[in-house]
C-alpha cells in the first residue's frame, strides 16, 4: 500500500511538472533556404505587439508572418560586423536593432535599416531592457542610456579597456536595480544614481571573474550563461554564487525565463532544456538524436524564444529556424497521465461510465479508470480480431464488437474479459457494428447477418433481410428517437422498428425521404429534429413524423465533406465531424470551421458515436486519438490578432511602402492602368499554414467566398473608384481587416486627348486654308495687277470669328472669385534666393524631414484637420510636437509645396471619398465643400479644378453618372 502511495505521488508530481510546460506544443515545423531565409545562422527572436516574429542573421533582419520571409539586409562593407545580436520593439512601430557594427532602426514604413547614432555608438550591440521610456543599450564599449531623444553613455568599469564594458544581457531587478551579465563577471546599475556594484563569484579555475554570456531573473535568483561552465546561479539575497544545473553542455548559447518558474536554456550541443526552478530539474528537453525520431532538426542552438502564444521558436546555426505549430485549447487530444496517450491511435468507438472509458480503435481496446488508476489494454491475440468498430455500456457491463471477431463483454469491476454468451454465428467470428439499448431494457446488435435483440441473456428476436422488411446488407446504425420508434440503418436502406406493432415497417416513408440510401448516423436535437448523415451526400433533416423534410442547402462549408459524427451543444448549435475537419453549424446557413489551430490533431474524424460527459464535454473519434471539445468553451475563441497586411503586389512589384492607414485599415492608390492586384496577408497564429481558413468579399455589400489553405487573394481588372477588399478568419468577425484600394477615374483624359487632336486638326485645316488661299491671292495679284490691299472676302471674316463663349459654370466661377477677392496690384515674383536665405540659418535635417513626414501624414489621416477651414500652419505643428518654422521649411523644402496645396489636397481628395457614400446623397455642393474645409464655395470650385482639371459637377457625373444638386 506504501509502494502504491508514493508510485501515486511521483505520477501526480510528473504531471504538474508536465502541466507547467504543456503549453508548448509538440507539433513543429522548420524554416530553411527552400522557405525564403537568405542566412541560416539565427542569433537572436523576437515577437512584437502587432505579433510578427522577427529574427536576426549573420546579414540581415527577417520579418515573418508565418506564412512568408520580409528581408531587411544589413549594409556594410565589413561581413564580420553585419551579424544582428539583439532585438526591441519602439514606439512609433519602430524595431531597433543591435549589430556587429552598431544601432539600426526600421521605421514601419522604411524598406531598409537606418543607422543610428554613428558618431556616438561605434561598437557591436548585444543587448537591449526597456524600463518604462528608458531604453537600455549593452554594447562592446559600455551601456548607452536613451530617453527622451538623447543617448547617455555610462561606463561600466572607469577603465575603457576592461572586458566588464562588455554588456552581453541586461534584466531587470527588484528596487531599482538593472542587472548585467558581462564579460568581466556580474554588475548591477542603481537606476536612481546609475552608481555600478560589481559581484566576485571566483569560480574560475584561475580566481577571477566568469564571462557570461545572457541572464535572466526568477525571483530572488538570477542566473546567467557561460560559454564553458555551464549555468550560474547568484542569489541577490545571500549575494553567493553557485554553477546551477548541468544541462549536458557547457555553452549556454540562449537564456531566458517566463518570470515565475521556468528558465528556457538553448545550447550550443545539446538542444533546448525547460528548467523548473522550485523543482531543479529540466522537466522538458527539445534534442537532435541521429538514432531515434528527433524533436528539432539539430543540438547546435544560436537562440530560444517561448513567446506569449506559448509558441517555441528555436534558432539554429546554418539551420534555420524550428518553431512550434499554434494549437488552441478548446479541443484536446486525451491522455491519462504516464500511462496513456490516445494520441496517433485511430478512435473508432467509445464508451464511458461514470470514472470508466473504453477506448476502440483498430488495434484493440483500451479500458481506464481514473477513479482508482486502474488501466488495461486489450488487443490480440488475446482478442480473436483486433478491430474494434462498436461498444456499449448495458446492463453493468461493457459489449464489445469487433470486425471479424465476433462480441466480447467486459466487467468494468474485476476487468474479466468473456466471449458473448451466445455461442452462434455471428458472434463468435462476424462483424458487429452497432449496439444500441433501447428504453425497455433491451440491447439490439447490427451485425453482417441481420439485426438482433437480446435481453436476459437471450436473443429474443432475429431479423434478416431474406424473412423480413430489414433492407439488404450489414446493419450499421441503430437509433431510438423521444418517440421510441428505432431507426434501422442498412447497406441498402432504412426501415423502422415500430414498437407498438413490435414489427419492422419499410412501407411508411413518403417520395422524396433518405430512406433508399446507406446513413451513417442519425441524430435528434433539443428541437426534436432528426438529422441524418448519409455515406454521400448532404445533411438530411426530418420532424419526428416526417412531414417535413429537407437536405442542407448547398452552398455551405459542409459541402463536399463526408459527414461522420454530429451532436448538439447546450446553445442548440451542432458540431458535425467530417473527413476534412470539424464544423459548428447553427441548423440554417452559418457553419464555422475548426481544425489544427484549435487542438485538433487530425482533420479526419472517424465514423464513431460522439459521448457527452458529466462535465459537458464533447468526445469524438479522430484518426490521431480521442479528440475532447472543451465544454466550458463552447464559444469561438477571441482571435488573438487582427488580420495583418503583408504586402500588396502589383506586376509582382511590392506596393508595401505605398500603403497607409492603421492596423486592421489599410488604403492603398494605384494608377489607372494598375487594375490587378495580389493581395497577401496573414492572420499572425504560426499554426499549420494548409489549415488556415479565412472569408473576404469585395465591398460591405458583397458576398463571403471562402478561402482555405492559402493567405493570398489575386484581384482582377478592378473598376476606377474604391473597392473594399475585407477579409476575417471565418467564425472570427473581430480579426476583420480592410483594404481600400483606390482606382482614380482617368476616362476624362481620353477625352482631353481627343479634343487636342480635334483642336490641331482644325488649326492645320485652317492654317493650310490661309496658305492656299494666300498663294492663290498670290497668283492671281502677279497676273492681273490687284493691288495688296485688296484681299479676299472669306479672308477678312476668318480674322473676325470669335473665340467659343465661356460656359455657364466658368463665367458662374470667374464672377464669384471678383466678389471674393478685391482689386489688388499684381505682386512682383520674388527671387528664390530669398526663400534660401530664410531657411539658411535654421536648415531641418533631412532624417527630421522625414520624421516629420510621417507625423504629419498619421495626423491628416487619423484626425482629419484639413476639415477645420480655419486650420493654421501653427496649429499642425501643435499637433504633431513641432514648431512652425520646421513645418514650414518641410513644405517649402522637403515636399516642395505650399502650405495651402498641401491642405487643400486631401479636402479635394475627401470630396472624393464623400461623393460615393450613399449618405452624403442629399447634400448640395456647398455643404459638402464646408464639411471637407473650404471656406467658400468659389475656393472650392477653383481649388478643384486646379488639382482635377475638371469643375466637381463634371467629376461627379463621370464617377456616378448623376448631377448632384447644387446651391
Known amino acids: 500500500m506504501k509502494k502504491c502511495l508514493i508510485y501515486i505521488y511521483l505520477l501526480l508530481l510528473t504531471s ?37 516574429v522577427w529574427m536576426g542573421t549573420n546579414t ?7 506564412i512568408r520571409l520580409e528581408h531587411y539586409m544589413v549594409e556594410g562593407s565589413n561581413e564580420n560586423l553585419k551579424r544582428v545580436f539583439a532585438l526591441v520593439e519602439m514606439p512609433g512601430n519602430e524595431l531597433w536593432v543591435g549589430t556587429g557594427m552598431g544601432l539600426f532602426r526600421l521605421a514601419d ?6 543607422r543610428l547614432a554613428p558618431e556616438m555608438i561605434t561598437s557591436g550591440v548585444h543587448a537591449f531592457c526597456k524600463l518604462g521610456d528608458v531604453l537600455y543599450v549593452g554594447t562592446e564599449k559600455g551601456l548607452y542610456v536613451y530617453k527622451g531623444g538623447v543617448f547617455e553613455h555610462v561606463l561600466v568599469d572607469k577603465n575603457i579597456f576592461s572586458r566588464a564594458n562588455f554588456v552581453t544581457g541586461m534584466v531587470e531587478g527588484e528596487n531599482g536595480i538593472l542587472w548585467l551579465s558581462t564579460m568581466g563577471g556580474l554588475k548591477s546599475l542603481r537606476l536612481s544614481d546609475q552608481s555600478i556594484t560589481s559581484f566576485s563569484d571566483k569560480l574560475a579555475k584561475n580566481g577571477q571573474n566568469l564571462s557570461f554570456y545572457n541572464i535572466t531573473r526568477i525571483g530572488s535568483k538570477i542566473f546567467m550563461g557561460t560559454m564553458t561552465s555551464g549555468l550560474v546561479l547568484f542569489d541577490t539575497a545571500s549575494k553567493h554564487f553557485s554553477r546551477y544545473l548541468d544541462v ?19 545550447t550550443d550541443g545539446n538542444g533546448v532544456h525547460f528548467i523548473s526552478v522550485s523543482r531543479q530539474r529540466v522537466i522538458r528537453t527539445f534534442r537532435h538524436d541521429r538514432e531515434a525520431d528527433s524533436q528539432i532538426r539539430s543540438n547546435s542552438v544560436y537562440s530560444v524564444l517561448v513567446d506569449r502564444d506559448g509558441l517555441l521558436w528555436i534558432g539554429f546555426y546554418q539551420l534555420g529556424v524550428d518553431y512550434t505549430l499554434f494549437q488552441s485549447d478548446l479541443f484536446s487530444t486525451y491522455q491519462y497521465e504516464n500511462l496513456f496517450d490516445s494520441r496517433d491511435m485511430a478512435v473508432r468507438t467509445i464508451a464511458f461510465h461514470g470514472s470508466q472509458k473504453l477506448i476502440g480503435s483498430r488495434d484493440g481496446f483500451v479500458f481506464i479508470d481514473e477513479a482508482d488508476g486502474r488501466f488495461q489494454i486489450f488487443k490480440a491475440p488475446r482478442l480473436r480480431a483486433s478491430i474494434i468498430v462498436s461498444s456499449c455500456y448495458f446492463d453493468g457491463k461493457y459489449y464489445i464488437g469487433t470486425y471479424g471477431g465476433g462480441m466480447y463483454v467486459l466487467d468494468g469491476v474485476t476487468l474479466e474479459l468473456r466471449d458473448f454468451e451466445i455461442a452462434s454465428e455471428p458472434f463468435r467470428h462476424g462483424h458487429i457494428f452497432v449496439l444500441r439499448p433501447d428504453d425497455r431494457g433491451n440491447l439490439w446488435i447490427g451485425t453482417s447477418a441481420g439485426l438482433y435483440c437480446y435481453r436476459n441473456g437471450k436473443i429474443v428476436r432475429h431479423f434478416k433481410s431474406d424473412s423480413s422488411k430489414l433492407p439488404e446488407g450489414n446493419v450499421y446504425e441503430i ?3 423521444s418517440s421510441h420508434k428505432g431507426w434501422i440503418c442498412t447497406e441498402s436502406g432504412i426501415c423502422i422498428w415500430d414498437p407498438s406493432s413490435e414489427s419492422l415497417k419499410n412501407d411508411v416513408f413518403p417520395e422524396g425521404f433518405v430512406h433508399k440510401e446507406k446513413i451513417r448516423m442519425i441524430y435528434e436535437t433539443s428541437d426534436h429534429q432528426l438529422y441524418f448523415l448519409p455515406d454521400k451526400g448532404e445533411l438530411f433533416v426530418s420532424d419526428l413524423t416526417m412531414s417535413h423534410f429537407s437536405r442542407l442547402t448547398p452552398g455551405t462549408l459542409l459541402d463536399g465533406k463526408s459527414l461522420m459524427a454530429v451532436v448538439e451543444d447546450s446553445e442548440g448549435w451542432l458540431w458535425v465531424a467530417t473527413n476534412k475537419g470539424m464544423y459548428r453549424f447553427d441548423k440554417k446557413t452559418k457553419v464555422v470551421p475548426f481544425n489544427f489551430a484549435d487542438g485538433i490533431p487530425s482533420l479526419i474524424f472517424i465514423n464513431c458515436i460522439p459521448i457527452k460527459d458529466e462535465e459537458g464535454n ?27 497586411l503583408s504586402d500588396v503586389l502589383v506586376n509582382g512589384k511590392s506596393m508595401q511602402h505605398q500603403l497607409s492607414g492603421e492596423e486592421g485599415h489599410y488604403a492603398l492608390t494605384l494608377e489607372n492602368s494598375q487594375k490587378s492586384v495580389i493581395i497577401q496577408f496573414s492572420a499572425l497564429t504560426y499554426s499549420d499554414p494548409n489549415s488556415l481558413m479565412y472569408e473576404y468579399k469585395l465591398g460591405e455589400e458583397g458576398e463571403w467566398i471562402s478561402l482555405m489553405g492559402k493567405s493570398e487573394v489575386s484581384l482582377y481588372d478592378l473598376p476606377s473608384g474604391v473597392t473594399s477588399f475585407i477579409i476575417r478568419q471565418i467564425g472570427y468577425p473581430d480579426s476583420a481587416m480592410t483594404l481600400d484600394i483606390c482606382i482614380p477615374n482617368r476616362s476624362w483624359l481620353h477625352g482631353l486627348y481627343l479634343f487636342i487632336i480635334i483642336v490641331l486638326v482644325v488649326a492645320g485645316v485652317y492654317i493650310f486654308r490661309r496658305c492656299l488661299l494666300r498663294v492663290v491671292w498670290s497668283v492671281l495679284r502677279k497676273l492681273n495687277g490687284i493691288n495688296d490691299t485688296e484681299m479676299p472676302v472669306v479672308i477678312e471674316a476668318e480674322k473676325t470669328e470669335k473665340e467659343p463663349e465661356e460656359t455657364s459654370q466658368e463665367v458662374e466661377i470667374a464672377q464669384e472669385e471678383v466678389l471674393e477677392r478685391p482689386a489688388m496690384p499684381k505682386p512682383e515674383k520674388k527671387s528664390t534666393s530669398s ?11 533631412p532624417e527630421e524631414c522625414k520624421r516629420l513626414f510621417r507625423l504629419l501624414e498619421q495626423e491628416m489621416k487619423r484626425n482629419k484637420p484639413y476639415r477645420n477651414p480655419n486650420l493654421k500652419v501653427a496649429d499642425l505643428a501643435v499637433a504633431i510636437g513641432t514648431t512652425s518654422h520646421s513645418l514650414s521649411y518641410l513644405f517649402n523644402q522637403y515636399l516642395e509645396k505650399n502650405y495651402y496645396d498641401y491642405i487643400n489636397e486631401y479636402r479635394v481628395e475627401e470630396f472624393k471619398s464623400l461623393i460615393l457614400k450613399d449618405e452624403y446623397a442629399k447634400y448640395t455642393l456647398t455643404a459638402m465643400a464646408e464639411l471637407c474645409g473650404f471656406s467658400s464655395r468659389a475656393s472650392f470650385f477653383r481649388t478643384f479644378k486646379k488639382l482635377a482639371g475638371i469643375t466637381p459637377n463634371e467629376y461627379i457625373k463621370q464617377v456616378s453618372g448623376e448631377h448632384r444638386p447644387v446651391d
Open 16 to 52: 504538474l511538472c508536465c502541466l507547467q510546460a504543456g503549453a508548448v506544443s509538440s507539433e513543429i515545423r522548420s524554416l530553411s533556404v527552400s522557405d525564403g531565409l537568405p542566412d541560416l545562422v539565427i542569433n537572436t527572436i523576437y515577437k512584437d505587439s502587432k505579433g510578427y
Open 60 to 66: 540581415s533582419v527577417e520579418r515573418f508572418d508565418g
Open 109 to 114: 514604413d522604411a524598406e531598409k535599416l537606418e
Open 248 to 266: 549536458g553542455c557547457g555553452v549556454i548559447s540562449a537564456l531566458s525565463g517566463d518570470g515565475k518558474d521556468l528558465l528556457y536554456v538553448g
Open 479 to 481: 437509433y431510438f428517437d
Open 618 to 644: 464533447f468526445w469524438f473519434g479522430n484518426s490521431r486519438g480521442l479528440v475532447r471539445l472543451n465544454g466550458k468553451d463552447m464559444d469561438m475563441l477571441p482571435s488573438r490578432y487582427i488580420i495583418s
Open 835 to 845: 526663400t534660401e536665405d530664410k531657411y539658411r540659418t535654421n536648415k531641418v535635417s
